[in-house]
């Protein structure tokens, strides 16, 4: 963050924090959002009410922090509406509500943060990144769908709430722009307004660059006894070639760092291995390798450790070959010239479809472990098997309108 901007967050950070609830009537006139105001329409113009239903964006401006969200959904018209927070958080989606009386109430909890960590001390964001809405003063939510209908948000401060903390790569990080998705923000969706999910994975990350970059920093300035902290790395770590870089050093030393600052305060570790690269063998049916020792040396540290251990590895594995070698391009950026004016082909990072059944890979992963937090799994959840994954031809995905072709950092 930017001195100056920095500075004038500080400032009215007090003022803000006395203002921890909110109420926006979205049947009469807002404004567009600006600073002073502090709450309005943002990212796209407005919505005009004479047209139909369109998406839109809704921001309101708070320190950091859980904040419990509490939407009205339904208008005068028949609506699909599906809800995302920040940069592409999933919250709810494709809710129907009939024209007229029908609504629907949609509640869950949003983590909010900023670069700030102390005085003189702040994490090391990439210039990527300083245009993302997850680092900014805001909390952003977009109305998306088919026809999009809310009369009403309501958003109060939740500091009570478990949070679950992540920490990774592309593979984890809440991708900003279509057509790019990870397991991190989709992963929202399965939780109830009992927990936060606060993403602190970045594009192109090793164990080593996030905590150098202070990310584990400032998770713990809020980390808690109750809380939950996610580790996924390996696809970068594995390309680093210092003097002592590989699976059984660096990367094993790093990992123990985790494991000892989050359980030194009070919190609990969870390690998921790294997700599998669409990389097929001759016989295009099994999945090849491309992780060296990095997964075995996971599950190393976690045996060593006692650390609960999701093998997304293995997991991601299954869910491909079981998709097979055309099927499985499905669930990752291979799109056709004429989707995007150019041709895509990426085998490691995934589209909506794929990191949703990525995420459900990882919710599947908790309840195998019976980590307590899956008490507060939503009540549509239903048990999943990456050899029976959901039909990628009826996945229903309301795009964001804001896109971007270039390839997120690592590989």
Not at 233 to 245: A, Q, T, V
Not at 327 to 341: C, F, I, T
Not at 347 to 369: R, S
Request: glycine fraction near 6%; aromatic fraction near 12%; charged fraction near 25%.
């Amino acid at each position: 963050m930017q001195k100056k901007h920095l500075l004038t967050f500080l400032a009215v950070l007090p003022l803000m924090a006395m203002a921890q609830t909110f109420d926006f009537d979205l049947t009469k006139p807002q404004p567009v959002y600006n600073d002073q105001d502090g709450y309005g329409y943002d990212v796209l113009p407005a919505p005009d009410k004479k047209k139909p239903a369109e998406p839109f964006y809704f921001s309101v401006k708070v320190p950091d922090g859980n904040y419990r969200v509490k939407v009205v959904l339904g208008g005068k018209k028949n609506g699909n509406t599906t809800v995302r927070a920040e940069g592409r958080r999933l919250m709810m989606d494709n809710i129907v509500t009939a024209k007229a009386k029908d609504t629907q109430e949609v509640e869950f909890v949003v983590n909010k943060r900023s670069p700030f960590i102390e005085e003189g001390k702040n994490v090391k964001i990439k210039d990527r990144e300083k245009d993302y809405l997850a680092w900014d003063n805001k909390l952003t939510l977009e109305f998306n769908g088919t026809m999009p209908a809310v009369k009403s948000i309501h958003v109060e401060a939740a500091p009570e709430v478990p949070t679950i903390y992540l920490c990774g790569n592309s593979t984890v990080v809440d991708q900003n722009n279509e057509p790019w998705a990870s397991w991190g923000q989709m992963i929202t969706r399965w939780f109830g307004p009992e927990v936060a999910i606060s993403n602190h994975a970045e594009s192109g990350l090793t164990a080593r660059t996030f905590l150098g970059s202070f990310r584990l920093d400032k998770i713990l300035t809020t980390l808690k006894k109750g809380d939950y902290v996610f580790v996924e790395f390996g696809h970068n770590d594995e390309k680093e070639k210092r003097p002592g870089d590989g699976a059984w050093y660096h990367y094993v030393y790093n990992l123990k760092i985790f494991v000892d600052q989050v359980r030194g305060k009070g919190a609990e570790i969870v390690f998921c291995t790294p997700t599998q690269r669409r990389q097929f063998n001759d016989d295009r049916k099994t999945i090849r390798n491309t992780h060296g020792d990095f997964p075995a040396a996971m599950k190393m540290v976690a045996e060593r450790e006692n650390v609960p251990l999701i093998d997304l590895n293995q997991m991601t594995k299954t869910f491909f070959e079981t998709l097979g070698f055309e099927d499985s391009k499905r669930a990752l950026v291979h799109y056709p010239e004429e989707m995007y004016g150019r041709k895509l082909e990426d085998n490691t990072h995934f589209n909506p479809y794929g990191a949703y059944e990525v995420a459900k890979c990882v919710v599947m992963g908790m309840k195998q472990l019976n980590l307590p937090i899956t008490q507060y799994l939503r009540a549509d959840w239903q048990d999943f098997n990456p050899a029976q994954p959901d039909d990628w031809k009826t996945f229903q995905w309301a795009p964001a309108r804001n896109a971007d072709l270039v390839k997120p950092d690592g590989n």
